[in-house]
């Protein structure tokens, strides 16, 4: 039983409280949603259109969204799906967002990608998010031509008056052929050059048989295009000097005591970064390498949201974010990417490996 002087606060506080309830009008009103208002730009059709052996040799998926505009016309926007490979398993993802996107307001992309991405019990995953990729994509260029800008104002305007790139020398079995290769983009202005040693999967031609005989094509030996990328990779930077930016991308083939032993046998300062050295879903592994090598790292290419460059982020793991849009999530989840980069000094470096759309 309560005490008098308790009853007289229980009294007190439920006074309170009527004066802070809502009144009956507010409270019968139903909370307004996004999806509530007329939309100004509705979309009418999704079509996926899978396309084989595009460039650069690769299968890829676009995607076209077509809207109505509220005074009858009709605009579409183009996106690009970055799962290359596996561009079925995403044509299937679209066409299920299809279903509950017809519609919707194609202004609304920041509800629209949370829909998309929250709306499932089995949310995430590259194939998925390579469906949001293309769909955010497009929804960003029909916006952009609805409001008579190009997609760039749509994310802040523009930051720089021109946009630094690299390029990339791959491909070519000898180290001399390299090293000309190399010095011929250097002489035409190129100063961020990727070098990719061609033989990945084969002895240097014209020198004694490997260990255990002979490779059969096809087959693949670490240590042998280890070996071999050292050597170029070395003769490249003796060659160039020290001005050029130069990195390589080992695509994730190798463990973490094989990366650190090439790069410990490279002399300091040969490279300025190295992209995807091994694979990502281990963290720790990466933790190791890191204590390994003090060559920058570039990580990201195959992150399928925020969530999988958080712990590369926070503990320092990455020092260039290689953000593809068409696998990220879209210019929408891109720019919260660059944005958390931004606020840890790290540089962004944007991977397109892709066709038009992922270039334009």
């Known amino acids: 039983m309560l005490s008098r002087a308790a009853a007289r606060a229980n ?5 309170a409280a009527r004066h802070l309830a809502p009144s009956p009008a507010v409270q019968a009103a139903p909370a ?9 730009l509705r979309i009418t059709a999704i079509k996926p259109y899978p396309t084989p052996k595009g460039f650069p040799g690769r299968n890829m998926l676009f995607v076209k969204v077509e809207c109505e505009t509220a005074d009858g016309g009709t605009l579409h926007g183009w996106g690009e799906s970055g799962l290359s490979g596996r561009e079925l398993a995403v044509k299937g993802a679209v066409e299920h967002y299809r ?5 919707s307001d194609a202004m609304n992309i920041g509800a629209l990608w949370q829909e998309m991405y929250r709306s499932q019990y089995f949310e995430g995953g590259r194939a998925l998010t390579a469906a949001i990729s293309a769909l955010d994509i497009a929804l960003h260029d029909v916006k952009g031509k609805h409001l008579g800008v190009p997609v760039f104002q749509l994310l802040g305007g523009a930051h720089r ?4 790139s690299m390029c990339t020398v791959q491909g070519i079995d000898s180290v001399e052929e390299t090293v000309r290769a190399v010095e011929e983009r250097v002489a035409e202005g190129w ?5 990719n040693h061609g033989a990945e ?17 096809g087959q693949y030996e670490p240590r042998i295009s280890l070996a071999s990328a050292v050597a170029t990779l070395t003769a490249v930077r003796k060659a160039v000097g020290d001005a050029p930016v130069l990195g390589t991308d080992f695509h994730h083939q190798y463990t973490p005591a094989e990366v650190a032993s090439a790069l410990q046998k490279m002399p300091p300062g040969t490279l300025d970064w190295l992209e995807e050295g091994i694979r990502d879903e281990s ?16 990580i990201g290419e195959e992150f399928a949201s925020k969530w999988q460059f958080l712990p590369f982020i926070e503990k320092g793991l990455t020092n260039f974010a290689r953000v593809d849009i068409c696998n990220v999530g879209g210019f929408t989840e891109a720019m919260k990417v660059a944005g958390w980069c931004e606020a840890h000094y790290i540089d962004m470096l944007p991977h397109n490996p892709l066709g038009p759309v992922s270039t334009a």
């Open 11 to 15: 009294r007190r506080l439920r006074r």
């Open 201 to 217: 999967a084969a002895w240097p031609r014209g020198g004694p048989d490997p260990p255990g005989g002979r490779l059969q094509p």
């Open 191 to 195: 100063q961020c050059i990727r070098v």
């Open 283 to 298: 963290i720790e592994a990466y933790e190791v390498l890191r204590t390994l090598t003090p060559v920058p790292f570039a």
């Open 32 to 40: 307004a949603g996004v999806h509530d208002a007329p939309p100004e």
């Open 161 to 164: 008056h021109h946009c630094p």
């Open 99 to 103: 279903e509950f996107l017809l519609g």
